[in-house]
């Protein structure tokens, strides 16, 4: 079992930043794939970020590359989402996901991952 706690939403104005964290507990983060997604009333929940369990791979969805920086502190067990230059279009719950692997690899699809935190709402208005 893993536990997801995220932190860190909140109301931002536009080209604003956050930063998102997610604190882990219950099993052996350094052997967990993390997930950012977000998801808006009426929509699929969908893939923003991931990061393989030892952080040396990193995937982003096209709409936040060189905005979003998806980061982890296996020491602190916690996984981070730098958000910037943000958008009203990035106004979301996020949401954190892990996936226990022994790979190096992330993880896109929500289907591919086990747990979830509660989410935290990023609201991104003027």
């Known amino acids: 079992q893993v536990q997801l706690v995220e932190s860190g939403g909140g109301l931002v104005q536009p080209g604003g930043s956050l930063r998102l964290s997610c604190v882990a507990s219950g099993r052996t983060f350094s052997n967990v794939a993390m997930g950012w997604f977000r998801q808006t009333p009426g929509k699929e929940r969908e893939f923003v970020a991931g990061?393989?369990?030892?952080?040396?791979?990193?995937y982003y969805t096209d709409s936040v590359k060189g905005r979003f920086t998806i980061s982890r502190d296996n020491a602190k067990n916690t996984v981070y989402l730098q958000m910037n230059s943000l958008t009203p279009e990035d106004t979301a719950v996020y949401y954190c996901a892990a996936r226990y692997t022994l790979s190096g690899n992330y993880y896109l699809a929500a289907s591919e991952y086990n747990y979830w935190g509660q989410g935290t709402q990023v609201t991104v208005s003027s």
């Open positions: 990061i393989s369990r030892r952080g040396g791979n990193t």
